[in-house]
Antibody, heavy 121, light 107 residues
Framework: QVQLQESGPGLVKPSGTLSLTCAVS?????????WGWVRQPPGKRLEWIGE???????NYNPSLKSRVTISVDKSKNEFSLKLTSLTAADTAVYYC??????????????WGQGTLVTVSS | EIVMTQSPGTLSVSPGERATLSCRAS??????LAWYQQKPGQAPRLLIY???TRATGIPARFSGSGSGTEFTLTISSLQSEDFAVYYC?????????FGQGTKVEIK
């Protein structure tokens, strides 16, 4: 079955850029699915960051849109997240997940294990 | 943005008892709602989508109901492995949004 695994630095400096990659195994990123990023600050609710289709189409959370870029690398079967101008408020566990094939099937299943990113000097 | 509100914040239940969790949307989301279970240190796990369809491998003691703005997740007979935090999520519109969670704890 499809499995996802996040990777990237666990500590990033304020005003810096967060770069994470999600490797997809057991299936193709070019399948008829959207792929998304969700984060969870300590003790807070889950927050959707954005989603991408293998063709490169994206949708972003308006609250983060000016700072977020999600991209896909079909040759590596992975997709990536970049978040710029970091502050302590961006400290969170970041998850990647597979979404459904359309707007109205956008639940998340499965999820990666998550990676904690701390923004601190 | 559609705001999702869950109640109660914490639910204390004895093993074997029934648990009823609520989720309210700030506007109609029809049946475009999912439920997730999250245990400490783990990623969320999909339980229900389409407001009432169990995901693959989810036990029948989990059931979802509702449409429009009011939704319910029911766990018919709580097992020890069910004590966790539960989140609802709407996918009617962008941005996708989650509720703040309901923690189900052992009474």
């Amino acid at each position: 079955q499809v499995q996802l695994q996040e990777s990237g630095p666990g500590l990033v400096k304020p005003s810096g850029t967060l770069s994470l990659t999600c490797a997809v195994s057991g299936g193709s990123i070019s399948s008829n699915n959207w792929w998304g990023w969700v984060r969870q600050p300590p003790g807070k609710r889950l927050e959707w960051i954005g989603e991408i289709y293998h063709s490169g189409g994206t949708n972003y959370n308006p609250s983060l849109k000016s700072r977020v870029t999600i991209s896909v690398d079909k040759s590596k079967n992975e997709f990536s997240l970049k978040l710029t101008s970091l502050t302590a408020a961006d400290t969170a566990v970041y998850y990647c997940a597979r979404q459904g094939v359309s707007r109205y099937t956008a639940w998340f299943d499965p999820w990666g294990q998550g990676t904690l990113v701390t923004v601190s000097s | 943005e559609i705001v999702m509100t869950q109640s109660p914040g914490t639910l204390s239940v004895s093993p074997g008892e029934r648990a009823t969790l609520s989720c309210r949307a700030s506007q109609s989301i029809r049946s475009n709602l999912a439920w997730y279970q999250q245990k400490p240190g783990q990623a969320p796990r999909l339980l229900i989508y389409g407001a009432s369809t169990r995901a693959t491998g989810i036990p029948a003691r989990f059931s979802g109901s509702g449409s429009g703005t009011e939704f319910t997740l029911t766990i018919s007979s709580l097992q020890s492995e069910d004590f966790a935090v539960y989140y609802c999520q709407q996918y009617e519109n962008w941005p996708r949004t989650f509720g703040q969670g309901t923690k189900v704890e052992i009474k």
